[in-house]
């Protein structure tokens, strides 16, 4: 394929070159051109001299490292951002720059990872969400309503066009995301990270969903971190790193490795690093019988070193359990022994006194708060000790804020940037930061790699080793089963509140977690 | 956007200095001495009570019942000194306990039942003021002790003891914020309260304390008041919430929360010192005067909001750059 980037379209005269190059890119139309793309914001490049051709109807990849450049190119696609130089050509019409409503009426239409919805309204009236069907000046819900349920019929999804869309699963609310621009008439449907928020079973429908809109003519640019999706959806690969496009590959003649090397730019040797240390027979938390938030009767244990996970679906009660045993919500019965020692902590601060750290779900809700500096973020939950008599001692706190960004090699420009402007990866490494400052003995890690480019997963499978091998204990929710498999001594998995089996590493199989994921009866719990 | 960026930086002292500039220009009897003293001594309960409302801002919340708690200091105070015949420094803290505790039993209203504070505290608002009315019967209580006055009236050198007040309360604002790590906890719960909370900060006792100062500090403004006009009136400190909330927001005390810093604050209350001082010594009617102010308000939230909604791409950017 390199050899042949010169002459794309001269490059089919041999081998397997002609079975591909016409399916992609010798006959098929290109409906989405982009030349010679750049864009510069003060001190950063954000696009250097990208060119993309992407084909009718085909499903193309766009995958990248955080902040190589991903959503500059898309939101110079729907015309949220202009262009410094280049051109965009859609349909055959050349444009220096888009306007979101010029985009919109050429085709174009992007979904985010926040939707667009308005939860108060109803389904039809968020598809039809400033165009609204009306007789005179009366909305028609009756003729939105239809419209709608005939694009989900289309879509073969059963969605009530009259529910609220606050009443709708986040999987539901792509849906509609989906059915609005499909009644814009979108040709060119751009997907930001559309199977983050999704269950494993929720991805697939996805997967359908895609193949579908394919099947009808939809030209799909999918944006995503998780390369096995990629791999297993797309036509061609776009790979950029660092405001540039490294390559376009068929993605048939690729595989992740080498998507992973061109994305990284360096060959990354194993996915989940190797633990040097083995687990103790010391138990630090030991669970049993505990009620409450929705749980009935967990029962488990962690052992100094071990990293147990927690797997199960979204809404099987993973992070709930998480708030119990941090404080956050009360328990009804059972009991948590911590350390030999039975607790009951009812409230975030008490169970940080006794050695429990949680890194939460929503990285950038609940982990860090954006607006303050590296230094304040990772002193957060030990400000009182750093204090005396009130006052903080700030060479006390810069000294262990300064020392746990070299220990986590957390990059950001200085301690006084506000957490917000660095990359998730770097985000997340100052929420693990600030607990380890907190001297913890079990850490809670909820989806701790949500959102988190490759390089940076790596580093913080890295860092969660480092924390077993120090002989601290780790809980580990994810909704990512290899990464559960890769990284944990052994797992529980949750289905509707209760634990539906406990499986240790020699017993790991995906099938059987998920089959246990979804609410078969309870095999091998302990007592 | 080279015109903003001073603004940003120096905030509203080149907004104050512009101002003090005309007004030295236009009146003779500005830039005197004595009527600089004057400024400040009439700013002196101003910046007194927007330490306490910066706080309750800082945390995301406000802070309406400002000039009723100081009406209800002035009643309590006047009565107790006038009826009660108790002394002076008796019925000060007397006042002082009872503002406190209003501005706790706000906080904990706010946070306890999770009500939203503007509504909380208009109610506290309009309940103060018709308690301070059903106690004095809507008649003036004057007669104080000698001595009293001191407190609004006196000097030390040349320098008024309400300016001493107020730096004294400025100085232990800046302090909370800039050295406790409780201040530093305003900030948190003000940017993002379920962090705070997962960070094991107790946001229900920061929000107790923060709407407890805003009443202790009121009561403070309240009891330099009542020395000042010598006399306790249940129209006492009407509408001041709004004076306060004006230069508080002038002083770069985000509306959101989470954002500011005491000492622009200082300039913000300067900023509505001078104005309100320049605007009498230019001979422009009260009613004139209320329009400025509104305008102003408007002015500094609009600005305010208007920093908000740019994103700070730049930054961010290069931030992700260096990753």
């Not at chain 1, 979904?111 to 108060?120: A, H, K, T, W």
């Not at chain 1, 990359?423 to 997340?428: H, L, R």
């Not at chain 1, 079990?442 to 480092?466: F, M, S």
């Amino acid at each position: 394929m390199r050899a042949c980037k010169a002459g794309r379209r001269g490059c089919s005269s041999k081998g397997r070159d002609t079975a591909r190059l016409p399916r992609t890119l010798g006959q098929a139309e290109v409906i989405l051109q982009l030349r010679h793309i750049t864009k510069t914001y003060p001190g950063v490049v954000a696009l250097d001299d990208v060119t993309i051709d992407i084909a009718s109807n085909e499903v193309h990849a766009l995958v990248g490292e955080n902040g190589a450049g991903k959503s500059t190119l898309i939101k110079i696609c729907t015309g949220a951002v202009v262009p410094d130089r280049g051109t965009i050509t859609v349909g055959g019409r050349e444009f220096r720059s888009m306007t979101p409503r010029r985009s919109r009426e050429r085709g174009i239409a992007a979904i985010y990872q926040d939707f667009n919805l308005v939860g108060e309204l109803s389904v039809a009236e968020n598809v039809f969400l400033g165009r609204a069907i009306r007789r005179g000046i009366v909305i028609d819900r009756k003729a939105m309503a239809e419209a709608s349920r005939a694009i989900f019929d289309q879509l073969g999804i059963p969605i009530n066009p009259n529910e609220l869309v606050k009443n709708l699963s986040v999987a539901y609310r792509q849906v509609v995301e989906i059915a609005k621009a499909i009644s814009q008439n979108a040709r060119i449907l751009i997907m930001d990270e559309p199977s983050a928020p999704l269950t494993s079973a929720e991805v697939e429908r996805l997967f359908a969903l895609v193949e579908t809109l394919k099947a009808s003519g939809v030209t799909i640019i999918y944006v995503s971190h998780r390369l096995d999706e990629v791999v297993r959806l797309s036509d061609r690969v776009t790979v950029i790193r660092d405001g540039r496009k490294i390559d376009a590959l068929d993605t048939r003649d690729t595989d992740i490795n080498q998507l992973v090397r061109l994305m990284v730019g360096r060959e990354l040797k194993e996915t989940y690093p190797a633990r040097t240390s083995a687990v103790s027979d010391e138990v630090v938390l030991d669970v049993r019988h505990l009620h409450g938030n929705g749980l009935r009767d967990i029962s488990f244990t962690v052992r100094r070193g071990e990293v147990l996970g927690l797997a199960g679906l979204i809404g099987a009660g993973r992070t709930e359990l998480a708030e119990l045993i941090f404080g956050v919500k009360p328990m009804t019965a059972g009991t948590i022994a911590f350390k030999g020692k039975p607790v009951s902590p009812r409230s975030p601060r008490e169970a940080i006194d006794l050695g429990i750290g949680l890194v939460p779900e929503d990285r950038k809700r609940q982990g860090v708060v954006l607006p303050m500096n590296v230094t304040s973020n990772i002193s957060l939950a030990i400000l009182q000790s750093l204090s005396a008599a009130s006052v903080l001692k700030r060479r006390n706190e810069e000294r262990l804020a300064r020392r746990y960004c070299e220990d986590l090699s957390i990059r950001t420009p200085s301690l006084e940037q506000a957490v917000g402007n660095l990359s998730g990866g770097n985000q997340q490494k100052v929420v693990l930061a600030k607990w380890l400052a907190a001297g913890p003995e079990l850490i809670i890690l909820d989806e701790p790699t949500r959102g988190i480019d490759v390089g940076a997963k790596h580093e913080i499978y890295a860092l969660i080793n480092g924390l077993v091998e120090s002989g601290r204990a780790v809980l580990m929710i994810s909704s990512e089963m290899e990464e559960l498999m890769g990284m944990a001594d052994r797992i529980a998995v949750l289905a509707e509140g209760r634990i539906t089996g406990i499986v240790d590493r020699a017993g790991f199989d995906q099938e059987r977690i998920m089959h246990d994921a979804s609410g078969a009866p309870a095999r091998g719990i302990e007592s | 956007m080279k015109i903003f960026e001073p603004l940003r930086r120096y905030g509203m002292y080149v907004v104050l200095l512009f101002l003090a500039a005309f007004f030295a220009a236009t009146s003779e009897a500005f830039l005197v001495p004595a009527n600089l003293f004057n400024v400040a001594r009439q700013v002196s309960m101003l910046g007194i009570a927007a330490v306490g409302m910066a706080f309750v801002l800082l945390v995301g919340g406000i802070d309406l019942s400002i000039g009723s708690q100081i009406t209800m200091v002035n009643i309590v105070a006047a009565w107790m000194m006038v009826e009660g015949h108790q002394h002076p420094v008796v019925a000060c803290a007397a006042a002082l306990a009872a503002s406190s505790l209003v501005g706790f039993l706000n906080g904990w209203t706010i946070a306890s039942f999770r009500m939203p504070p503007l509504i909380v505290t208009l109610c506290t608002m309009t309940i103060l003021e018709g308690l301070a009315y059903i106690i004095s019967g809507g008649i003036p209580i004057f007669g104080f002790p000698r001595g009293f006055s001191v407190i609004g009236q006196g000097y030390v050198g040349p320098v008024p003891v309400p300016v001493i007040i107020m730096v004294v309360i400025l100085a232990t604002g800046s302090f909370i914020l800039e050295k406790t790590y409780f201040g530093r906890y305003f900030y948190a719960v003000g940017c993002s309260e379920e962090a705070a909370h997962l960070s094991g900060i107790n946001v229900r006792r920061v929000k107790y304390l923060v709407y407890t100062l805003s009443g202790l500090f009121a009561g403070i403004a309240g009891i330099v008041m009542l020395s000042r006009t010598n006399s306790g009136q249940a129209l006492a400190g009407k509408g001041f919430e709004l004076d306060v909330l004006t230069a508080v927001v002038l002083g770069g005390v985000s509306v959101n929360g989470g954002q500011g810093k005491i000492n622009n604050v200082v300039a913000g209350v300067l900023i509505l010192g001078v104005l309100g001082n320049g605007l009498v010594l230019l001979n422009v009617s009260q009613y004139v005067q209320m329009v400025t102010k509104g305008a102003v308000l408007l002015l500094a939230v609009g600005f305010d909001c208007y920093q908000k909604s740019r994103p700070r791409e730049a930054a961010r950017a290069a931030a992700l750059a260096y990753d």
